[in-house]
């Protein structure tokens, strides 16, 4: 799951892969503001066949959290 999450950040965030790992911060380490992250979370949605209540949004600090949450939820696609 981290790999599909560090693919879509690289992408969105314009940020070579090898810079992100799971303890980075989405807005202070890879430079994300709130527009970055909604449409980081769109995609994640839109890949997954999910929907990230805005409650979950304010606990993703690191590219880790957002991981977890796809565990936890039952999304390990990779």
Excluded: C, H, W
């Excluded at 890879?30 to 769109?42: F, P, V």
């Excluded at 995609?43 to 979950?56: C, K, M």
């Amino acid at each position: 799951m981290f790999t599909a999450v560090k693919r879509i950040l690289s992408k969105q965030l314009k940020v070579p892969e090898e810079k992100i790992t799971p303890e980075s911060s989405i807005k202070g380490d890879l430079g994300a503001d709130s527009l970055d992250i909604l449409q980081l979370l769109m995609t994640i949605e839109e890949e997954n066949g999910i929907v990230i209540p805005d409650e979950e949004l304010a606990s993703f600090v690191t590219v880790q959290d957002i991981v977890n949450y796809l565990e936890k939820i039952g999304r390990t696609r990779t």
